[in-house]
């Protein structure tokens, strides 16, 4: 059973600090993909990376692929109160049939 | 263009009985995906659905049900219902990639079930 671990699960930070997420696993991922999750809502997909070493940029968010596809991480860079929200992220296995793995999330405050 | 819809969006139901969820894929959509969360977890994959089959389980069982319409819309069917199955379901689709890389998905807003 592949197993996706992230973390921190809980951060709350000060509007405009820099922070980093973490999503690790002992399987390798033909792909591992980023969603933003609020409240009431389904998750929405931020960025996909499918490259060992690959690094994807969207504004203050930088997310990385780990040169092995085994882990990726999520950097957001002067973080706003419009940041607030669940981070998943979530692998898949390769081939047509990709039920994805998800980790449990990381729950991000940004305190204006 | 509509994203994923599902119906209905919340539903409260008694131990024992049985549920029906509906999904309508994104437009140009084939793939129907469902995920199961729980309050404060990832969610869970389910099965998926291509070409009116499943194609794919996860670790649920035989309780949880699926079927695929011509027209890529999906229903999730849950029999003897448990307290533990209260959570949102969550439809995702996409375009199947065949034997290539799956580049993401579109989630609906999902449907709340409790279970009381």
């Known amino acids: 059973t592949q197993l996706l671990e992230q973390s921190p699960q809980f951060l709350s930070i000060q509007e405009g600090e820099n922070l980093t997420v973490y999503c690790n696993s002992s399987s390798v991922f033909s792909s591992l993909q980023w969603y933003r999750q609020e409240p009431g809502e389904g998750p929405v997909l931020l960025v996909t990376?499918?490259?060992?070493?690959e690094v994807k940029k969207l504004k203050r968010l930088t997310f990385q692929f780990g040169d092995a596809r085994k882990d990726s991480s999520l950097h957001i860079t002067a973080a706003q109160p419009g940041d607030t929200g669940l981070y998943l992220c979530a692998g898949a296995d390769g081939g047509g049939a990709d039920g994805l793995t998800f980790g449990k999330g990381t729950h991000l405050i940004i305190q204006p | 263009d509509a994203g994923v819809t599902q119906s209905p969006t919340h539903l409260i139901k008694t131990r024992g009985q049985q549920v029906t969820l509906r999904c309508s894929p994104k437009s140009g959509h084939d793939t129907v995906s469902w995920y199961q969360q729980a309050l404060g977890q990832g969610p869970q994959f389910i099965f998926q659905?291509?070409?009116?089959?499943?194609?794919q389980r996860g670790n649920f069982p035989d309780r949880f049900s699926g079927h695929q319409f011509p027209n890529y819309s999906s229903e999730l069917n849950v029999n003897a219902l448990l307290l533990g199955d209260s959570a949102l379901y969550l439809c995702a689709s996409s375009l199947n990639p065949g034997t290539g890389t799956n580049y993401g998905y579109t989630f609906g807003s999902g449907t709340r079930l409790t279970v009381v």
């Open positions: 659905y291509y070409e009116e089959e499943e194609r």
């Open positions: 990376v499918v490259t060992g070493g």
